[in-house]
C-alpha cells in the first residue's frame, strides 16, 4: 500500500465503458516519481491499474462496481473445470517471452474481430495496441501459448516482486478450449514456480458479462474502500 499522498488528475465525466446506466470518472497518477516498477507494486496494492504509460483507477461518484481483484498464488483451489483446464495446460507449451512473436497480431485480429467488434479495440490496430501495452518504466513479460507449434493465445503480463498483473490477452477465437481461463491458470502457474504471492486480475466489475468472471478463480480478494477483503 502506498505510504504517502500522490497527486491525481480526475479525467471529466464520461459514459461507463462495461455499465449502459453509469457515468465513469478515473483518477490518473500525476506525479513521475511514483511511474516506476517498484512503486507500481505499491499502486497495486492500492487497486491502481496501468495502461500504457498511465497509472490509473476508477473515481466514480455514485458507482463503486469496480474493485480491484487478486488472487493469493499459493492458496488457489482449482474448481472441477479448472481442474479440466489443468490437464489441458499440461498437452500446452508456454513461453514467457520478452517480446512478441512475430505472428502476434494476425492472432490479435482474428480474436478482436470475433469477440469485440462492438468494443473500443475494434478495429484491430498494431500500434494501438502496443501503445495500451507498452510502458518506459514497467517490467512486462509476454506469455506465449503453443499448442504443437502453433500459436494460440497470447497474455500480456506485468512482473514485480510481490505480483504478477493479468493486463490483457487475447488467443484463438473459435478454439474449443477456454483458452482466457487457461491464461490465467498458466499466469497462476507460473507465479506459484516464481515464488510471486499475488496475480492480479485487475477489476472485477459484477453487474458486466465481459468483467465478472475473475471472482471465479478462489480464493479471492476485493480492494474494497480502501482495503483488500
Known amino acids: ?21 453509469e457515468v465513469e470518472s478515473v483518477a490518473i497518477v500525476l506525479d513521475p516519481e511514483v511511474h516506476s516498477k517498484e512503486a507500481y507494486q505499491s499502486l497495486l496494492e492500492s487497486g491502481f491499474r ?19 481483484l487478486r488472487i493469493p498464488v499459493n492458496n488457489f483451489i482449482p474448481s472441477t473445470s479448472q481442474k ?40 484491430a490496430d498494431r500500434n494501438d495496441f502496443l501503445s495500451f501495452i507498452g510502458s518506459e518504466w514497467m517490467h512486462t513479460e509476454f506469455m506465449h501459448v503453443y499448442q504443437d ?14 505480483g504478477y498483473s493479468a493486463l490483457y490477452s487475447f488467443f484463438e ?24 504471492p499475488w496475480l492480479y486480475l485487475g477489476f472485477q466489475i459484477d453487474g458486466c458479462e465481459a468483467m465478472n468472471y475473475k471472482s471465479k478463480y478462489k480464493p479471492n480478494q476485493r480492494f474494497i474502500a480502501g482495503q483488500w477483503v
Open 1 to 21: 500500500m502506498i505510504k504517502k499522498s500522490i497527486q491525481l488528475g480526475i479525467m471529466p465525466p464520461s459514459p461507463c465503458s462495461y455499465l449502459p446506466d
Open 173 to 196: 477465437p473459435h478454439h474449443k478450449w477456454s483458452l482466457g481461463s487457461i491464461c490465467v491458470l498458466a499466469q497462476l502457474q507460473h507465479a506459484r514456480d516464481k515464488g510471486i
Open 50 to 68: 496501468r495502461s500504457g504509460n498511465n497509472i490509473y483507477r476508477p473515481q466514480c461518484v455514485k458507482c463503486k462496481a469496480c474493485q480491484s
Open 84 to 123: 479440466r483446464q489443468i490437464n489441458q495446460l499440461k498437452r500446452l507449451r508456454v513461453d514467457f517471452k520478452a517480446s512478441l512473436d512475430k505472428n502476434w497480431f494476425a492472432l490479435y485480429e482474428r480474436y478482436i474481430e470475433a469477440r469485440h467488434r462492438s468494443g473500443s479495440m475494434y478495429p
Open 149 to 162: 507449434e502453433t500459436l494460440i493465445a497470447v497474455a500480456v503480463t506485468d512482473i514485480s516482486s510481490e
